[in-house]
């Protein structure tokens, strides 16, 4: 048994180089990497032709600039390995890693990103890699669903301070359950291939936000 450090790589969706300016918490940074560089790391994880990753990256939109975002962070952790080189078994930190930071506290950011600011931001490729060699070694990763708005998500530099004050301010789950209720359709809109169906799903969240406030105001008559 080694320690060894594990690293985290979460591909960004519909987003451009605006997104460089955000800051996180715990460990997380978001960053840029050219789009042939980036091709060649995920071949290397995946053992997957170029053209392959190319395609990948098309469908789920992950491509801008001729560049790839992503947010990426990493932990140490003890680790065992065989004769072969590869894993025997899962980091002992992966579980917190992934629950407590990347469940618990990115997921829900990014969720209040959209929230913040119209586009489809999202995180549909996740890799959890560690360096072997000077060799990028791959032992878990994540795909996201293909059913996504292709929306862009552009932050004008103005904006920052009040979308870095929502992050901040702001907790998931909402404690008002038609509030909640009014962010689960507000967030199906953007799930939902069929523009119809989406903006159905748009306005349900609308008029729910608007009976939250009603019923809020209600209260002190």
Do not use: W
Not at 71 to 92: K, R, V
Not at 114 to 139: A, Q
């Amino acid at each position: 048994m080694s320690k060894k450090e594990i690293h985290f790589m979460g591909l960004l969706a519909n987003t451009d180089s605006s997104i460089l300016n955000v800051r996180l918490d715990h460990g997380f940074k978001i960053r840029a990497i050219s789009e042939k560089e980036g091709v060649t790391r995920l071949s290397t994880f995946e053992g997957l032709p170029s053209m392959e990753i190319y395609k990948k990256l098309m469908d789920f939109n992950c491509r801008s600039e001729n560049k790839l975002y992503y947010i990426d962070n990493s932990f140490e952790s003890d680790i065992e390995m065989g004769n072969d080189g590869a894993l025997t078994g899962f980091p002992s930190g992966m579980g917190e890693f992934r629950n407590n930071l990347v469940h618990g506290y990115l997921d829900p950011v990014i969720r209040l990103m959209r929230l913040f600011k119209e586009g489809n931001i999202c995180m549909p490729l996740e890799y959890y890699y560690f360096i072997d060699c000077d060799t990028p070694k791959l032992f878990s990763s994540e795909d996201g669903s293909l059913h996504v708005s292709p929306a862009p998500y552009k932050l004008k530099s103005s904006g920052i301070p009040d979308l870095q004050g929502f992050i901040q301010n702001t907790e998931l789950p909402f404690k008002e359950s038609s509030l909640q209720l009014a962010f689960g359709s507000f967030e199906l809109s953007y799930q939902i291939r069929d523009r119809n169906m989406s903006f159905l799903s748009l306005m349900i969240s609308f008029i729910g936000h608007r009976l939250s406030h009603l019923l809020t105001y209600s209260l002190f008559l």
